[in-house]
């Protein structure tokens, strides 16, 4: 086990990587999807069961932590890990786009942002400072700047606006994060659908020598392809030997297609979210277990996958569930969504090994468009 925070690209295909992130708490094969666990907890789920699907990271909010149960009652109690009993890397969202997302009465200034919490009304002061110190305070291993994401569509001045903000906390959160030699600090890249704005904001942050890089600022609403071509025109500007995080993304198709721009961590509530509502992801594409067509289908999910909630429960078993909005309905799809996605995940990591990227995305996207049966 490594004392410091270390990122190898193992193998290339095309722009795709396979690569290894080794820190103290465990290592993380990229591309990697990371479950969402935003108030220390993947909805519905055991964190064992998290990590027997795969996953080697999760993802939690320090806005919805610092709401409740409160940073520094998590630090008391032993931090996040101790708190959630997930041992392995935690990754911390930093707090702006929550609160831009969920909270009301918000604003921003050059200090941060002050808002008022969704849960009580009451008034808090985020700056990137004490966003640090609040993911310091959680025990996180990968702590994400305080940024701020535009909302698109957006006049070129506000998203330059952002970015430029953006930046400038980045510095901030760099110089309040200092030498965590185990733990890393990832920048946030900005500049929405505005290729220039992008590169200058890619290239400002690879030159503060962080330890990572996210791209954010996307799946805001933009189509895919908007998305895509802000890929191509950020990833390069990024240093090749450290990590690439597109947060909140996505649908499988999105995070194929992304891996192929050079990718290598994902974060999304898609397979979770989708879960609690009778979506089940397969590799047939999506199946909603809501419709009555499934009411007396006896077939399960998927007979040849591993994991119990695809291969031993019938469709008309879980739409009963669903439609009697029985909490195991929502367990099971989620086991079986958060399944789906591991196992699409590994089946990159060894498609990139082998050197069959384009053709491993083939066959998925052709088992998808096939639907399901
Ligand atoms: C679902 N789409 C989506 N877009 C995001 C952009 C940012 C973004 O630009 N910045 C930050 N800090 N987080 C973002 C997130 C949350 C990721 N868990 C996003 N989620």
């Not at 980045?170 to 030699?181: E, S």
């Not at 078993?317 to 989620?334: F, I, K, N, P």
Request: charged fraction near 25%; include cysteine; proline fraction near 5%.
């Amino acid at each position: 086990m490594s004392t410091e925070f270390t990122f190898k690209v193992l193998a290339t295909d095309g722009k795709a990587r396979r690569g290894e992130i080794t820190m103290p708490r465990g290592t993380i094969r990229t591309p990697a999807f990371m479950p969402v666990g935003t108030g220390g907890t993947v909805k519905t789920m055991y964190m064992d069961q998290v990590r027997d699907l795969g996953a080697d990271i999760i993802l939690g909010n320090t806005y919805h932590l610092m709401l409740r149960p409160g940073a520094e009652r998590v630090a008391r109690l032993g931090g996040l890990h101790e708190f959630a009993r997930w041992p392995h890397p935690i990754l911390t969202d930093s707090g702006g786009f929550q609160v831009m997302s969920l909270s009301k009465l918000r604003k921003i200034t050059e200090k941060g942002v002050t808002f008022r919490s969704h849960i009580d009304g009451a008034p808090y002061e985020m700056s990137p400072e004490r966003s640090i110190e609040i993911q310091g305070l959680l025990d996180s291993d990968i702590q994400m700047q305080l940024d701020e994401c535009t909302a698109l569509p957006a006049k070129e001045r506000e998203i330059e606006r952002a970015m430029e903000l953006s930046l400038r906390w980045a510095d901030r959160c760099k110089t309040a994060f200092g030498d965590q030699p185990g733990k890393a600090m990832f920048g946030i890249v900005q500049g929405g659908d505005n290729a220039r704005l992008r590169e200058r904001s890619a290239q400002s942050l690879a030159s503060l020598g962080l330890k990572g890089y996210a791209v954010g600022g996307l799946a805001v609403g933009e189509p895919q392809d908007v998305m895509l071509d802000m890929l191509d025109v950020t990833c390069p500007e990024l240093p090749a030997d450290k990590p690439r995080y597109l947060m909140g993304v996505g649908t499988p198709d999105d995070i194929v297609k992304s891996v192929a721009r050079g990718i290598d961590m994902f974060d999304c509530v898609m397979p979770t979210r989708a879960g609690r509502h009778g979506l089940a992801y397969t590799r047939r594409g999506k199946v909603n277990l809501r419709n009555a067509r499934h009411a007396d289908d006896h077939r399960p999910l998927d007979e040849e996958s591993d994991c119990p909630a695809a291969r031993d429960y019938s469709r008309a078993y879980l739409h009963h569930l669903v439609r009697s909005q029985e909490a195991l309905g929502a367990m099971l799809l989620t086991w079986n969504n958060l399944s789906y996605y591991q196992s699409l995940m590994q089946g990159l990591r060894d498609a990139i090994e082998q050197g069959r990227y384009a053709e491993h995305v083939a066959e998925v996207s052709e088992g998808w468009a096939r639907g399901d049966i």
